[in-house]
Protein backbone atom coordinates (compact mmCIF):
# COMPACT_ATOMS: atom_id res chain seq x y z
CA UNK A 1 0.00 0.00 0.00
CA UNK A 2 1.67 3.52 -1.12
CA UNK A 3 0.57 6.63 1.11
CA UNK A 4 1.16 10.34 0.05
CA UNK A 5 3.74 12.03 1.55
CA UNK A 6 1.59 15.56 1.33
CA UNK A 7 -1.82 14.38 2.16
CA UNK A 8 -1.35 11.07 3.53
CA UNK A 9 -4.13 9.26 1.23
CA UNK A 10 -3.39 6.04 0.45
CA UNK A 11 -3.24 3.98 -2.77
CA UNK A 12 -2.83 0.21 -3.94
CA UNK A 13 0.13 1.17 -6.11
CA UNK A 14 2.34 3.64 -6.83
CA UNK A 15 1.23 4.11 -10.23
CA UNK A 16 -2.46 5.46 -8.49
CA UNK A 17 -0.15 7.57 -6.12
CA UNK A 18 2.30 8.78 -8.62
CA UNK A 19 -0.96 10.08 -10.53
CA UNK A 20 -2.40 11.40 -7.44
CA UNK A 21 0.41 13.56 -6.79
CA UNK A 22 0.53 15.24 -10.42
CA UNK A 23 -3.18 15.82 -10.71
CA UNK A 24 -3.76 16.95 -6.67
CA UNK A 25 -0.44 18.62 -5.74
CA UNK A 26 1.56 19.72 -8.87
CA UNK A 27 -1.47 20.98 -10.65
CA UNK A 28 -2.53 22.89 -7.82
CA UNK A 29 0.71 24.87 -7.67
CA UNK A 30 1.13 25.35 -11.21
CA UNK A 31 -2.50 26.90 -11.13
CA UNK A 32 -1.87 28.61 -8.19
CA UNK A 33 1.19 30.13 -9.61
CA UNK A 34 -0.63 31.14 -12.78
CA UNK A 35 -2.33 34.99 -13.27
CA UNK A 36 -6.09 34.66 -14.18
CA UNK A 37 -5.64 37.96 -16.56
CA UNK A 38 -8.93 37.38 -17.62
CA UNK A 39 -10.33 38.25 -14.44
CA UNK A 40 -8.37 41.60 -13.87
CA UNK A 41 -9.59 42.31 -17.60
CA UNK A 42 -12.96 42.14 -16.47
CA UNK A 43 -12.32 43.78 -13.39
CA UNK A 44 -10.54 46.85 -14.96
CA UNK A 45 -13.22 46.76 -17.72
CA UNK A 46 -16.14 47.14 -15.72
CA UNK A 47 -14.14 49.84 -13.25
CA UNK A 48 -13.74 51.72 -16.88
CA UNK A 49 -17.36 51.66 -17.34
CA UNK A 50 -18.46 52.57 -14.01
CA UNK A 51 -16.21 55.70 -14.64
CA UNK A 52 -17.03 56.82 -17.99
CA UNK A 53 -20.34 57.04 -16.82
CA UNK A 54 -19.90 58.84 -14.16
CA UNK A 55 -17.66 61.50 -15.43
CA UNK A 56 -20.31 61.73 -18.36
CA UNK A 57 -23.16 62.60 -15.49
CA UNK A 58 -21.01 64.94 -14.17
CA UNK A 59 -19.71 66.43 -17.24
CA UNK A 60 -23.58 66.87 -18.19
CA UNK A 61 -24.81 68.10 -14.73
CA UNK A 62 -21.87 70.60 -14.28
CA UNK A 63 -22.48 71.99 -17.77
CA UNK A 64 -22.99 75.44 -17.21
CA UNK A 65 -26.55 76.80 -19.37
CA UNK A 66 -25.28 77.21 -23.10
CA UNK A 67 -28.87 77.72 -24.10
CA UNK A 68 -28.92 80.61 -21.07
CA UNK A 69 -29.28 83.68 -23.20
CA UNK A 70 -31.87 81.95 -25.23
CA UNK A 71 -33.81 80.77 -22.31
CA UNK A 72 -33.87 84.21 -20.92
CA UNK A 73 -34.95 86.53 -24.10
CA UNK A 74 -37.79 83.73 -24.06
CA UNK A 75 -38.61 84.81 -20.60
CA UNK A 76 -38.15 88.26 -21.42
CA UNK A 77 -40.85 88.35 -24.40
CA UNK A 78 -43.23 86.61 -21.67
CA UNK A 79 -42.83 83.10 -23.46
CA UNK A 80 -44.63 80.61 -21.36
CA UNK A 81 -44.68 76.32 -20.91
CA UNK A 82 -47.59 75.02 -19.32
CA UNK A 83 -46.35 71.44 -18.87
CA UNK A 84 -46.19 68.62 -15.90
CA UNK A 85 -43.26 67.18 -14.47
CA UNK A 86 -44.65 63.72 -14.86
CA UNK A 87 -45.02 64.47 -18.54
CA UNK A 88 -42.24 62.69 -20.39
CA UNK A 89 -42.44 65.30 -22.88
CA UNK A 90 -42.70 68.11 -21.02
CA UNK A 91 -39.71 66.77 -19.46
CA UNK A 92 -37.78 65.92 -22.68
CA UNK A 93 -38.68 69.90 -23.91
CA UNK A 94 -37.82 71.10 -20.76
CA UNK A 95 -33.62 68.99 -20.79
CA UNK A 96 -33.28 70.74 -24.23
CA UNK A 97 -32.22 73.49 -22.20
CA UNK A 98 -30.47 71.71 -19.54
CA UNK A 99 -29.70 73.79 -16.50
CA UNK A 100 -30.98 76.84 -18.35
CA UNK A 101 -34.42 75.90 -17.66
CA UNK A 102 -34.66 77.62 -14.72
CA UNK A 103 -34.89 80.78 -16.65
CA UNK A 104 -38.27 79.32 -19.01
CA UNK A 105 -41.51 80.87 -17.23
CA UNK A 106 -42.86 77.38 -16.60
CA UNK A 107 -46.06 76.61 -15.06
CA UNK A 108 -46.97 73.43 -13.92
CA UNK A 109 -50.54 72.42 -14.90
CA UNK A 110 -50.80 69.72 -11.69
CA UNK A 111 -50.51 73.37 -9.40
CA UNK A 112 -52.37 76.07 -11.61
CA UNK A 113 -54.76 73.60 -12.81
CA UNK A 114 -57.54 76.43 -13.52
CA UNK A 115 -55.03 78.67 -15.27
CA UNK A 116 -54.19 75.50 -17.73
CA UNK A 117 -57.95 75.16 -18.33
CA UNK A 118 -58.45 78.93 -19.11
CA UNK A 119 -55.33 78.81 -21.62
CA UNK A 120 -56.92 75.94 -23.09
CA UNK A 121 -54.12 73.62 -22.32
CA UNK A 122 -54.99 70.41 -23.26
CA UNK A 123 -51.81 68.65 -24.44
CA UNK A 124 -48.73 69.41 -22.41
CA UNK A 125 -46.48 70.71 -23.48
CA UNK A 126 -48.15 73.82 -24.08
CA UNK A 127 -46.18 76.64 -25.36
CA UNK A 128 -47.52 80.38 -25.17
CA UNK A 129 -45.58 82.95 -27.61
CA UNK A 130 -47.14 85.99 -28.56
CA UNK A 131 -50.90 85.46 -27.25
CA UNK A 132 -51.11 82.18 -29.23
CA UNK A 133 -50.40 78.60 -27.87
CA UNK A 134 -48.45 75.89 -29.47
CA UNK A 135 -48.96 72.28 -28.54
CA UNK A 136 -46.16 69.81 -28.25
CA UNK A 137 -42.39 69.77 -27.91
CA UNK A 138 -40.96 72.76 -29.89
CA UNK A 139 -37.18 72.42 -30.61
CA UNK A 140 -35.00 75.63 -30.99
CA UNK A 141 -35.32 76.63 -34.35
CA UNK A 142 -39.61 77.22 -34.00
CA UNK A 143 -38.89 78.72 -30.93
CA UNK A 144 -36.39 81.09 -32.14
CA UNK A 145 -38.93 80.92 -35.34
CA UNK A 146 -42.05 81.87 -33.25
CA UNK A 147 -40.20 83.93 -30.57
CA UNK A 148 -37.91 86.48 -32.30
CA UNK A 149 -35.18 85.02 -30.13
CA UNK A 150 -31.65 84.56 -31.59
CA UNK A 151 -30.08 81.19 -31.09
Do not use: R
Not at 21 to 30: G, P, Y
Not at 48 to 68: D, E
Not at 103 to 119: A, F, G, S, T, V
Request: charge should be positive; proline fraction near 1%.
Amino acid sequence: MEQCDICNKKFNNQHSLEQHKSMAHIAKKEIKGKTNFKKYFIIIGLILIVGLISATIYIKSSKSGKANEFAQCLSEKNVVVYGNDYCTYTNQNLNFFGSSKKYLNYIKCIDNEQLCNEKGVEITPTWEINGKTYSGVLNFDKLSELSGCEL
